[in-house]
């Protein structure tokens, strides 16, 4: 009676062990992709604009900067969820690099201040533009992921005149689960 309950016993724990297994691997690989290095990470303050654009190939969108310098993006829009920006100074050196597409980012733009040009130079060309005849606004909207988990859909308000009146974030449509089979 001990064995057979013993053997029941270890039946019973085999699919729990594999369980555990297959969590612990999703672990393992979720640390390992966390700890990949992203492109926005990978340059120094002071390096030589060659650098980037040797490695993430010739911009797809650049802006005059007021202090004479440039902004290069590599922006992965409609799609992607990522724009990287590099600042450029007037002598071609790398002051930053960084991911714009991302909250801290979008909350810089100040509303009733900032103008379409604004959020160009900041953000890239928008996922998406429409314009809304009863509120007369101009939208234009980017994709993004927040907080590594959650997409999301950042739009941008502007008046007739260009100047920003509202941002708002929703849920990407693109990727619920509730209206993927719609068609």
């Known amino acids: 009676?001990?064995?057979?309950?013993?053997?029941?016993?270890?039946?019973?724990?085999?699919?729990?062990?594999?369980?555990?297994?297959?969590?612990?691997l999703a672990c393992l690989s979720a640390l390992a992709l966390a700890g990949c290095v992203q492109p926005w990470q990978q340059y120094q303050q002071g390096a030589d604009e060659s650098t980037i654009v040797a490695r993430l190939g010739p911009p797809r969108e650049i802006y005059d900067?007021?202090?004479?310098?440039?902004?290069?993006?590599?922006?992965t829009q409609p799609m992607g969820e990522t724009t990287t920006a590099a600042d450029i100074d007037a002598s071609g050196k790398i002051i930053n690099v960084r991911q714009v597409l991302?909250?801290?980012?979008?909350?810089?733009?100040?509303?009733?201040?900032?103008?379409r040009s604004d959020v160009l130079v900041n953000f890239g060309?928008?996922?998406?533009?429409?314009?809304?005849?009863?509120?007369?606004?101009?939208v234009w909207t980017y994709r993004y992921l927040?907080?590594?988990?959650?997409?999301?859909?950042?739009?941008?308000?502007?008046?007739d005149q260009g100047v920003l009146r509202l941002?708002?974030?929703?849920?990407?449509p693109l990727h619920?689960?509730?209206?993927?089979?719609?068609?």
Do not use: C
């Open 1 to 24: 009676m001990l064995n057979r309950h013993h053997v029941k016993a270890a039946s019973i724990g085999a699919p729990a062990a594999a369980h555990i297994r297959r969590a612990a």
């Open 102 to 115: 991302q909250p801290n980012e979008f909350y810089r733009a100040e509303v009733g201040k900032w103008t």
């Open 167 to 172: 941002t708002q974030k929703t849920p990407d």
């Open 146 to 159: 927040e907080d590594n988990v959650w997409y999301m859909m950042f739009s941008f308000y502007f008046d």
């Open 125 to 138: 060309r928008p996922v998406e533009t429409s314009y809304f005849p009863l509120m007369k606004r101009e």
């Open 176 to 183: 619920d689960p509730d209206r993927r089979n719609l068609f």
């Open 65 to 75: 900067l007021p202090n004479g310098g440039k902004r290069l993006m590599w922006p």
